[in-house]
C-alpha cells in the first residue's frame, strides 16, 4: 500500500468520530434515497401488476338504474372496451353490540367471463351461482375477526339475510378501504365490503336486470382522451340519471394511494439532498482545517517531491472514504429496508401480491452522486493544498490578525462583559465562516425537529377545529333515501333531542372554465347552529338566501374568489345545469365541500322541501336507539371520529420520533464536528490558557459558552425557518381531504427549542473529552505534523 | 574541483513582499557546488542562508538571478518539472526533521523512495543510519538524534544528487549532534554524495571542504579548508 494511504488510514482513525458522524449524515442520506426509490418503484409495480391482474377499471358510473342492454350500447363509444354492469348498496349489518353501528358495502360480482375489479382471492373459495354466500374484503374480515365459514347478517330492505362468509378477498379498488370522500380515515372495523352473486343482489335490492353501477375499461391507446370519452358517456347515459362519474385518477382508493407514493417520491429526493449538502459543508471545513494543520505535512511532501495532484488526491480520498464507506452501509440498509417499507406499505395499503426487487440502478445512482458530491466538498476544502509554498511552509505561519470586533466599538456593552466573555465573542467574530455554518446548522436542526412537532399539533388541532368550531353537531344523520321534514319530526320522536335542523347533501359538479370538481354540496338553514363559516380572513359569516359558500381548499383549486360565478352541474336526470354565485369562502381544514341555503338547493333539484339527514345535538345513546330505525343509512358521531383519530395518532408518532432522529443526528454531527475542529485549530491557544493558570474546566466552558451563542443565535434564526419548513410541508400535504393551517403554537416553539438544545448539548459533552486530554505542554512544544 | 560543477547559482536575489515592506532576503549571490564536495553555509539567523538553500533546492523561486544544474537552468522549470526535479535529485533534511507523525520510521523513508526512479535499498539506509532497530517506531517514540537520523535516511534513499541540510543539529543536543554530522560526514564519503549544511553554528564550519559565509542576505566569504576535520573533534 502507498505509505500516504497509510497516512490516510490513520488520519481516518485519529478522528474517527468525525468520521463517522458525518458518515451517518451521508448514511441517512442514501439509505433514505436508495431505499425509499426502491420502495416507491416496488410499490408502483405492485400496484400495477395487481391492476393488471384485477383487470382494473378506468372509469366508474353510479347511476339510478340501468338496464343491461344501455350497458350493451356503450361499446359504441370509441375507446371503449369493456363496460359491466352491478349492484351497490351500502346497508348496515347485524353485530353483537347494539350500540355499533357496523356498514357493508354489498356489491355484486359480474357474470362475465373476465370481470372488470376481478377479485383476488386471498382464501376460500370465488363465489359464483351460490345464493348464501358472500366473499369479504380481507381488511373487514381481519379488523372484524371473521373467517371462512362464519356467517354474517345484512340487513336489506329491513329484512335480514344471513351469509355463508366462503371467501377472502382483495379488490383493486379497495387497496385503501374508506367508505367516501367525507370519511377521513379508513375505519375497517366500521366499513367493509362484501360480494355477492349479481341474480342474488339484484333480487334483494330490487334490480331484476337492472344494475347501478357500470365499470368501464378504456383501450390504452384511447386513455389519452379519456375525457371526452367520459363526457360521451355522461351523455349517452343521462337518462338513466347519473349521479357520478368517477374515472381512475379520482377513484378513492387509487387517488389516495397515488398521493402516497407521490410523497414518497418528494421525500426520496429533498431529504437527502438536504442531509448529503449538510455533509458537504462538514466536510468542506474539516479539510480545510486539516489542510491548515498539515501545513508542514504539505511542504514536506512537496519538497519530496509530491506534486500538488497527488497531494490533493491523498485529501480528497479522506473525503471520498467517507462517501465509499457510507455507500457501503447504505447499499445493505436499503436493501433490507426497501423490503421493510414495501412490506408495511402493502400492509398499510392492502395489496395481496407483493413484487420486490432491488434496482441496482438506484444503487449505482446514489453511490455515483454520493462519490462526486464528496470530491467536490473534498476539493473545496482541500484546494489550500495548491496555495502552500514548500519554502513558507517550513516557516511558523504568521498570528492570525487580531483587530477589534464590532461589539467592542459599543463600550457600554463591551465594557461589562468579563474576560472570558470577551474572548469567546473575539472567537466568535474571528471566524465567521465557522461561526455561520453553526448558526445555520443549528437552525436546520431546529426545523426538522420543528417539523414532526408542528404536525403532531397540527392533527389535533385539524380534528378540534373541524369538528369543535366548524362543525358543532354530536351527530351527523343520513338517511338512506331522500325525504321530507318529516323526517325531522320522527326522529325528534325517538331520541332525545337538544338540537336537530335538516340537511340536503346531493353531489354536483362544479364548473368554472375548464376547471371542474365533483364534491358533496351540502343545503344548511341560513340560520344554521351547527357550521361556523369563516372567512380566510377569520371574519365570520352565515348562509345567504341564493348563492353558494365554498371551501377554502375548493376555491383555490377552481380559482375562484367570492362574487364568480359557477356552473352546478347536476347528475339528476333531465336537469339543467345551474348557475349561481359565490357569496362566501369558508375555512375548512377536512374535506372540499360546498354549502348553500337549504330551499335554494331544493329548488335546483327540483324537490323542495327535500332533506337527505339532520344534524343533531343530543346527549341520549343515539346510536344505538337509531341502530333498528328502518331509513337511517349513517349515524356519525363526533365520538367515532375521535377514536379512529386517536388510533390514527399513533401511527404518526412513529414517523414524528423518525424525523425526530433524523434532526438530532444532523445537529449532533455539526455540532460535534464543528467543536472538534474549533478545539483542534485553537490548541495553542488553548494550552497557552493552561499555562496562564486556566484550568479545563474554564476552558471547556469557554467553548460551551461559544457553541451556546451561537445555538441561541440558530435557533432564533431556525424559527423563520422552521416556518417555512412547515409551511412547505403543508402545501405539501394539501389535498383533497386535508388542508392544513400553518399556525404553529407557542408550545411547539418551546418544545422545539429544548429538543435542539438537547442535540447540541450531547454533541458537546461528546467533544469533552478533547479538553481533558489536552497536554498542553506538548502543543507548545512540538511542531510535529 | 572546477571541472566537476554541479550547480551554479548566478546573480541571484530575493525580495519578498511582507505586507507593505519590502523584504531582500538574498542579494546577488554567485556560487559554485562540485560533485562529491561537504560545504557548510555559515551565518546569523536572517542572514539569507535558508532562502539560498531553498532556492538551490527548487522550493523556492528567486527574484532574479539563474540557477543551473549541470548544464540545465531549473529556474526555467514550470512547477511540474520543479516537482520532478526536488523528486529525482534533491534530498532535504529539515531542522525540525519534519517526519510524518502518523508514519513509522520505515514508512517515512518508504513515503519519500516510493515516487522515485532508483531509490537506494531501504534497509541498508536504515542500517546505515543506525536504526534497523527502530524502524517500526512512530516519530513520536524516538529521540530528536533519531528523528533526525529518520530525517536523513528519508533524503539519503532517494538517491539525490545533492543533499541539502537546514540546520540539521540545531534542534539537538551537542552529542547528538556530533553523531549527526559524522553520519552525514560518512554519507558524504561512502556515496560520494554532495552535502550542504546550513547552520549558524561556527564550529561545524571546520568540517567542511568549503565553508560559505553570509550575512544580511550577501555572501561574503567562501574559504576553501585544506585539512577538514573529522566531526568528532568539533566542540561548541
Given at each position: 500500500?502507498r505509505k500516504l494511504?497509510i ?293 514536506v511532501m512537496?519538497?519530496l517531491g509530491y ?479 | ?85 526536488r523528486r529525482e535529485?534533491i534530498g532535504f ?7 510524518m507523525?502518523?508514519l513509522t520510521a520505515r514508512e517515512n523513508v518508504e513515503l519519500a523512495t516510493e515516487i522515485c526512479k532508483d531509490a537506494l535499498d531501504i534497509d541498508e539506509i536504515m542500517?546505515a543510519v ?5 524502524k ?14 529518520v530525517a536523513i535516511a528519508r533524503a539519503v534513499a532517494k538517491n539525490p ?76
Amino acid at each position: 500500500m502507498r505509505k500516504l494511504d497509510i497516512r490516510l488510514l490513520r488520519m481516518i482513525k485519529a478522528s474517527k468520530g468525525q468520521f463517522i458522524s458525518i458518515a451517518v449524515v451521508i448514511i441517512l442520506a442514501l439509505t433514505i434515497y436508495i431505499s425509499f426509490s426502491m420502495t416507491f418503484d416496488n410499490l408502483n409495480n405492485t400496484i400495477d401488476s395487481y391492476y393488471d391482474i384485477t383487470n382494473y377499471g378506468d372509469v366508474f358510473v353510479e347511476v339510478v338504474r340501468i338496464p343491461k342492454a344501455a350497458i350493451d350500447q356503450l361499446y359504441t363509444i370509441e375507446g371503449i372496451s369493456m363496460a359491466q354492469g352491478r349492484v351497490m348498496v351500502d346497508v348496515p349489518l347485524k353485530v353483537e353490540n347494539p350500540n355499533e353501528k357496523v356498514r357493508v358495502r354489498v356489491v355484486s360480482i359480474p357474470k362475465e367471463e373476465k370481470p372488470i375489479n376481478k377479485l383476488f382471492t386471498i382464501e376460500g373459495r370465488e363465489v359464483k351461482k351460490q345464493i348464501k354466500a358472500t366473499a369479504m374484503l380481507r381488511q373487514f374480515a381481519e379488523a372484524r375477526g371473521i373467517g371462512i365459514g362464519d356467517k354474517i347478517t345484512p340487513y336489506i330492505a329491513g329484512r335480514e339475510y344471513p351469509l355463508d362468509v366462503i371467501g377472502i378477498v382483495g379488490s383493486p379498488e379497495y387497496i385503501y378501504l374508506m367508505e367516501n370522500e367525507q370519511s377521513i380515515l379508513p375505519a375497517p372495523e366500521k366499513f367493509g365490503v362484501i360480494y355477492v352473486g349479481e341474480d342474488f343482489a339484484q333480487s334483494v335490492f330490487g334490480y331484476q336486470g337492472s344494475y347501478n353501477q357500470i365499470m368501464i375499461k378504456v383501450d390504452d391507446e384511447s386513455l389519452y382522451k379519456i375525457d371526452t370519452i367520459i363526457d360521451e358517456i355522461e351523455d349517452q347515459l343521462d337518462r338513466y340519471g347519473v349521479e357520478r362519474i368517477i374515472k381512475r385518477d379520482d377513484q378513492l382508493s387509487h387517488k389516495m394511494m397515488m398521493e402516497e407514493l407521490d410523497s414518497l417520491d418528494k421525500m426520496s429526493t429533498a431529504v437527502p439532498v438536504l442531509f448529503l449538502i449538510v455533509a458537504g459543508v462538514i466536510i468542506n471545513i474539516m479539510l480545510s482545517r486539516t489542510v491548515k494543520n498539515d501545513r508542514m505535512a504539505i511542504g514536506v511532501m512537496k519538497a519530496l517531491g509530491y506534486n500538488n495532484i497527488q497531494i490533493l488526491q491523498h485529501y480528497i480520498k479522506y473525503s471520498l472514504s467517507i462517501g465509499l464507506i457510507g455507500s457501503i452501509f447504505s447499499i445493505v440498509f436499503s436493501i433490507m429496508l426497501s423490503r421493510v417499507f414495501t412490506n408495511v406499505y402493502m400492509q398499510y395499503m392492502n395489496i395481496p401480491i407483493m413484487r420486490t426487487e432491488v434496482y441496482f440502478i438506484y444503487i449505482i445512482y446514489g453511490v455515483i452522486f454520493t462519490s462526486i458530491f464528496c470530491i467536490l466538498s473534498g476539493l473545496m476544502g482541500a484546494r489550500n493544498v495548491l496555495r502552500i509554498l514548500p519554502a513558507d511552509s517550513m516557516r511558523p505561519e504568521a498570528p492570525k490578525i487580531g483587530k477589534r470586533v464590532f461589539l467592542e466599538r459599543i463600550k457600554p456593552i463591551w465594557s461589562k462583559l468579563t474576560f472570558s466573555w470577551k474572548i469567546v465573542i473575539r472567537n466568535i467574530m474571528r471566524n465567521k465562516r465557522r461561526a455561520l455554518f453553526l448558526i445555520i446548522g443549528i437552525a436546520l436542526t431546529y426545523s426538522i425537529t420543528m417539523v414532526p412537532i408542528f404536525m403532531s399539533y397540527v392533527f389535533s388541532d385539524l380534528f378540534a377545529i373541524h369538528y369543535g368550531e366548524f362543525q358543532t353537531m354530536d351527530f351527523n344523520i343520513d338517511f338512506s333515501k331522500p325525504m321530507n321534514n318529516n323526517g325531522i319530526k320522527e326522529l325528534s320522536k325517538v331520541i332525545d333531542i337538544e338540537h336537530i335542523e335538516p340537511k340536503l347533501e346531493f353531489p354536483f359538479e362544479l364548473n368554472r372554465g375548464w376547471r371542474k370538481k365533483v364534491v358533496s354540496v351540502i343545503g344548511l338553514n341560513t340560520n344554521t347552529e351547527v357550521y361556523n363559516f369563516t372567512s380566510p380572513q377569520d371574519e365570520s359569516f352565515t348562509l345567504s338566501q341564493e348563492g353558494i359558500v365554498l371551501s377554502e381548499g375548493l376555491a383555490d383549486s377552481l380559482k375562484i374568489k367570492i362574487g364568480d360565478e359557477i356552473i352546478l352541474k347536476n347528475f339528476l336526470p333531465n336537469k339543467e345545469d345551474t348557475k349561481i354565485q359565490v357569496t362566501g369562502i369558508t375555512q375548512q381544514y377536512l374535506g372540499l365541500n360546498a354549502y348553500m341555503n337549504i330551499e335554494a338547493m331544493g329548488k335546483i333539484i327540483g324537490e323542495k322541501g327535500m332533506i337527505t339527514g339532520a344534524l343533531v345535538n343530543s346527549s341520549d345513546d343515539v346510536t344505538a336507539k337509531l341502530n333498528n330505525v328502518a331509513n337511517i343509512n349513517n349515524i356519525q358521531s363526533v365520538e367515532d371520529m375521535k377514536n379512529s383519530f386517536l388510533e390514527f395518532m399513533d401511527m404518526i408518532i412513529y414517523s414524528v420520533g423518525l424525523l425526530m432522529l433524523f434532526g438530532g443526528i444532523l445537529g449532533f454531527a455539526i455540532v460535534y464536528n464543528v467543536t472538534i475542529i474549533s478545539i483542534s485549530e485553537r490548541l495553542m491557544e488553548f494550552s497557552s490558557l493552561r499555562v496562564l493558570g486556566f484550568d479545563k474546566n474554564e476552558i471547556y466552558k469557554m467553548i460551551t459558552r461559544e457553541n451556546g451563542l451561537l445555538t441561541l443565535l440558530g435557533i432564533i434564526i431556525g424559527i423563520p425557518v422552521a416556518y417555512g419548513m412547515c409551511y412547505g410541508i403543508a402545501t405539501a400535504f394539501d389535498t383533497d381531504i386535508f388542508s392544513i393551517p400553518v399556525n404553529i403554537t407557542p408550545i411547539s416553539y418551546i418544545i422545539t427549542a429544548i429538543a435542539t438544545i438537547i442535540f447540541v448539548t450531547v454533541a458537546q459533552l461528546a467533544t469533552i473529552r478533547r479538553i481533558y486530554k489536552l497536554n498542553f505542554i506538548d502543543a507548545l512544544k512540538s511542531r510535529i505534523s | 574541483m572546477a571541472n566537476n560543477s554541479l550547480m551554479k547559482v548566478e546573480n541571484i536575489s530575493k525580495i519578498y513582499q511582507m505586507g507593505e515592506v519590502e523584504v531582500t532576503a538574498a542579494k546577488n549571490i554567485n556560487l559554485e557546488l562540485y560533485q562529491g564536495e561537504f560545504v557548510v553555509i555559515l551565518g546569523p539567523s536572517g542572514s539569507g542562508k535558508s532562502t539560498l538553500l531553498n532556492i538551490i533546492g527548487g522550493m523556492d523561486l528567486p527574484t532574479e538571478g539563474r540557477v543551473f544544474l549541470k548544464e540545465e537552468e531549473i529556474t526555467k522549470y514550470n512547477d511540474k518539472r520543479l516537482t520532478n526535479y526536488r523528486r529525482e535529485k534533491i534530498g532535504f533534511v529539515f531542522q525540525f526533521y519534519n517526519l510524518m507523525a502518523n508514519l513509522t520510521a520505515r514508512e517515512n523513508v518508504e513515503l519519500a523512495t516510493e515516487i522515485c526512479k532508483d531509490a537506494l535499498d531501504i534497509d541498508e539506509i536504515m542500517k546505515a543510519v543506525g536504526l534497523e532497530d527502530r524502524k517500526d517506531h512512530f516519530p513520536a517514540q524516538m529521540s530528536g538524534g533519531e528523528q533526525q537520523r529518520v530525517a536523513i535516511a528519508r533524503a539519503v534513499a532517494k538517491n539525490p544528487l545533492i543533499l541539502l541540510c537546514d540546520e540539521p543539529t540545531g534542534a539537538l543536543d551537542f552529542e547528538t549532534g556530533i553523531k549527526i554530522l559524522s553520519l552525514l560526514k560518512k554519507i558524504n564519503k561512502e556515496l560520494n554524495k554532495t552535502v550542504v549544511i546550513i547552520t549558524h553554528n561556527m564550529p561545524i564550519g571546520d568540517m567542511a571542504d568549503r565553508v560559505i559565509k553570509m550575512r544580511s542576505g550577501e555572501l561574503v566569504e567562501i574559504k576553501e579548508n585544506k585539512n577538514p576535520i573529522p566531526p568528532e573533534r568539533i566542540e561548541w
